[in-house]
Structures are given as structure tokens and as C-alpha cells.
T-cell receptor
Framework: EDKVVQSPLSLVVHEGDTVTLNCSYE??????LLWYKQEKKAPTFLFML????IEKKSGRLSSILDKKELSSILNITATQTGDSAIYLC???????????????FGQGTTLQVKP | DGGITQSPKYLFRKEGQNVTLSCEQN?????MYWYRQDPGQGLRLIYY???????QKGDIAEGYSVSREKKESFPLTVTSAQKNPTAFYLC??????????FGPGTRLTVL
């Protein structure tokens, strides 16, 4: 059965700390791995990683895909209170030459950044 | 102003009632999706549609129904057959090879 596992499930840090969130997956026909940030409501898209794009960076956030280890990490440097959220990892799979769109989500990591 | 809208924001349902959640997008995306989120859990796929007039069941389709008569609209009906419908419902859309973008969600509570 395909699955995505995130760790840790929750994390409390202080402003200015650097955090690393983990996502591991066991899926058939892997196509891409996505990271989302969820505050009160809808998840907002952060990164999509594929075989042709295994490292992404945006400001203080960066992510790497390790296809050999079947995992990904999301790094946040110089954390701020506004980074407090649930971070979701999801995996998409190939169906033929296209993606299925049937994302499998991990359970999420809840990050709390204290002032 | 492009995006995905969902309505209502909050919805209360009595036992035995069917209710319909609205999802509209003006991003010209081909694919649309419905997810359910329960406390402390990730999102689970209910139904998805990659083209107008076609849709497929996701992992937890029992007790739900959908239609896709227009590209921009993908309503979800929660039927009385859904035994535990209290949850946060999220609609998403995407281009074929792109990431999914989410609407603001509808919180459904059964009274």
C-alpha cells in the first residue's frame, strides 16, 4: 500500500532557530513530491520536486528530494512566528505518461515558533 | 482576481440530510479534486475529475457524490449514507502536470 510518513509530528522552536522537517514515502510509479503550508484554512503550495528538479529554494525555505532514500526534507532557516503552521507533504504518481493527480498526503508536521 | 472559491464557509447538517458543497475556480484548470481533513490527519481524496463530464472515485468516496458539468465547477454532495461527515472539506484544482491549489475550505458539522 502506498504511504507517506512525516516526522516529527510536532515541533516547538524559538525565533531564529533552523528546523528540518522530514517526509518519507513508499509509492509505486513516483512522479513528484509536494510541500504545502497550512495555517488556519487552506494549504498553500510551497514546492514541487521531481526527478528533474530535486532541489528548490525560496527565501528562508528550501527542500531537497532524495530519490535513493525515498525521502525529502524541508528546511526553514531563521524561523519567525509567522512560520507557525502545519506542513504537509504529498506524493503524486504516474499513470501511463501523465500524473494521476491522486495525491497521497502525510499526516503533517505541526510547527510552533515561539517569540 | 483568479482563484478557487468554496461555499459556504460553515455548514450544519441534520441527521439524514443531504448537503451540497460548492467549489468554483476561474484559473482555467482542467482537473479538480475534493479532499476531507479530520483533526490530526492529513488530507484524504474523496473524488477527482481530470476533464469535464468525467470523474473518478478517490480513497474514501462512499457516501459522497459529485458532478462536473462545467470546467469551472465541481460540487460535492454529502449524502445521508456518509456515517461520519463532520470534517473540513477542501477543494483543489490543477493544470495537468502542475501542483494542486486549494480553496479556503468548508467546515461541515452534523447536529
Amino acid at each position: 500500500e502506498d504511504k507517506v510518513v512525516q516526522s516529527p509530528l510536532s515541533l516547538v522552536v524559538h525565533e531564529g532557530d533552523t528546523v528540518t522537517l522530514n517526509c518519507s514515502y513508499e509509492v509505486t510509479n513516483f512522479r513528484s513530491l509536494l510541500w504545502y503550508k497550512q495555517e488556519k484554512k487552506a494549504p498553500t503550495f510551497l514546492f514541487m520536486l521531481t526527478s528533474s528538479g530535486i532541489e528548490k529554494k525560496s527565501g528562508r525555505l528550501s527542500s531537497i528530494l532524495d530519490k535513493k532514500e525515498l525521502s525529502s526534507i524541508l528546511n526553514i532557516t531563521a524561523t519567525q512566528t509567522g512560520d507557525s503552521a502545519i506542513y504537509l507533504c504529498a506524493v503524486d504518481r504516474f499513470h501511463g505518461s501523465s500524473n494521476t493527480g491522486k495525491l497521497i498526503f502525510g499526516q503533517g508536521t505541526t510547527l510552533q515558533v515561539k517569540p | 482576481d483568479g482563484g478557487i472559491t468554496q461555499s459556504p464557509k460553515y455548514l450544519f447538517r441534520k441527521e439524514g440530510q443531504n448537503v451540497t458543497l460548492s467549489c468554483e475556480q476561474n484559473l482555467n484548470h482542467d482537473a479538480m479534486y475534493w479532499y476531507r481533513q479530520d483533526p490530526g490527519q492529513g488530507l484524504r481524496l474523496i473524488y477527482y475529475s481530470q476533464i469535464v463530464n468525467d470523474f473518478q472515485k478517490g480513497d474514501i468516496a462512499e457516501g459522497y457524490s459529485v458532478s462536473r458539468e462545467k470546467k469551472e465547477s465541481f460540487p460535492l454532495t454529502v449524502t445521508s449514507a456518509q456515517k461520519n461527515p463532520t470534517a473540513f472539506y477542501l477543494c483543489a484544482s490543477s493544470q495537468r502536470q502542475g501542483p494542486q491549489f486549494f480553496g479556503p475550505g468548508t467546515r461541515l458539522t452534523v447536529l
